[in-house]
C-alpha cells in the first residue's frame, strides 16, 4: 500500500468518490458562497453560478424521482412477468 498516495488522495478531497450528487452540489454551493469578489463582474458571476446551481439541483431531483417511479414501474412489470 502507498501511503504517500493515500495521503495525497485524502487531502487533495479524492478520498471520497462515492459522495452523492447530492452532497457535492452542496459542496459547490458552499465553495462559491464562500468567495469574496472584488469587483461586480466577478460577483455578478457568483450569482450567476450560484443561480445555475440552484437550476442544476431541482432538475436533479426532479430526475431522481423519475427515475425512482420508472424502477418501481419496473418492478411491477417483473412480478407480473413472473406470475404470467
Given at each position: ?34 468567495l469574496k469578489p472584488r469587483t461586480l463582474q466577478e460577483k455578478q458571476r457568483v ?38
Amino acid at each position: 500500500m502507498d501511503f504517500n498516495k493515500v495521503t495525497r488522495r485524502f487531502l487533495m478531497g479524492e478520498w471520497n468518490t462515492k459522495a452523492s450528487t447530492t452532497s457535492r452540489i452542496a459542496s459547490i454551493k458552499e465553495a462559491l458562497q464562500s468567495l469574496k469578489p472584488r469587483t461586480l463582474q466577478e460577483k455578478q458571476r457568483v450569482e450567476l453560478a450560484l443561480e445555475n446551481l440552484t437550476h442544476v439541483r431541482r432538475e436533479h431531483r426532479k430526475l431522481k424521482e423519475q427515475v425512482t417511479i420508472l424502477e418501481e414501474r419496473l418492478q411491477v412489470l417483473e412480478e407480473s412477468k413472473g406470475e404470467g
